[in-house]
């Protein structure tokens, strides 16, 4: 296929666009880990956690299935329907957006790690039983804003609201079940973003089976 100038200039509009996300990432990243390199939780932190950590029980369930949708199972279940589909660029950007998100996730709780919301409230519960290691960043974040800003560039144009829709639910259900602090959920939007961002710079062709 022969590239025509239009094409180019796409081209480097597209990877202009990638720099400028990748950056704009990372100092999202710094600035969160730098808020919290003293282990303890900001003022505005707290107010934030209360609000809706404090919102009714009756809430548990459905937070308890939203925050599912940014596991690894989540990423696996739609791998394979895409497979079936025969989307195979889609596959290909899930799994290495979101492999990426997740492991630079466990890297940053082994040089930031910030303890979990217990330590720093009493009277706490957890709701949810899934729960280990250090809070920032959340790694449940990191991957739902990979897969749901992988999915925006998929999604038919009336159904992208569910990309935004997906990243928000994970981040709140993961503060309501009391997993992770604000600036936790900040650190794992900004890994899912970078993540996502760093494979603009690849180019895929779309493999879909004919009819």
Known sequence: M?????????RRKVLLSARVQLAAAAVLFWLSALMV??????????????LVYGLPESLKLPFLVITQLGGI?????????????????????LLMSGLLAYLLAGV??????????????TDFVYRDAL????GFPSGHMALATAIGLTLWHYLPRRSRW???????????????????APLDIVGGFAIGWASVTVFHFVRLTDIRKKA
């Open 131 to 134: 729960i280990r290691g250090p």
């Open 162 to 180: 569910l990309a935004p829709a997906l990243i928000i639910g994970v981040g709140l259900s993961r503060v309501y079940l009391g997993a992770h």
């Open 73 to 93: 199972t989540m990423l696996l279940a739609l791998s394979i329907v895409y497979i079936i589909k025969s989307h195979y660029s889609t596959v290909t950007r």
């Open 108 to 121: 940053g709780k082994d040089l930031v790690g910030r303890g979990r919301p217990h330590e720093f409230f």
């Open 37 to 50: 390199s003293d282990g303890t939780m900001m003022a505005w932190e707290r107010v934030i956690f209360q």
């Open 2 to 10: 022969v590239k025509t100038k239009k094409d180019s200039q796409g």
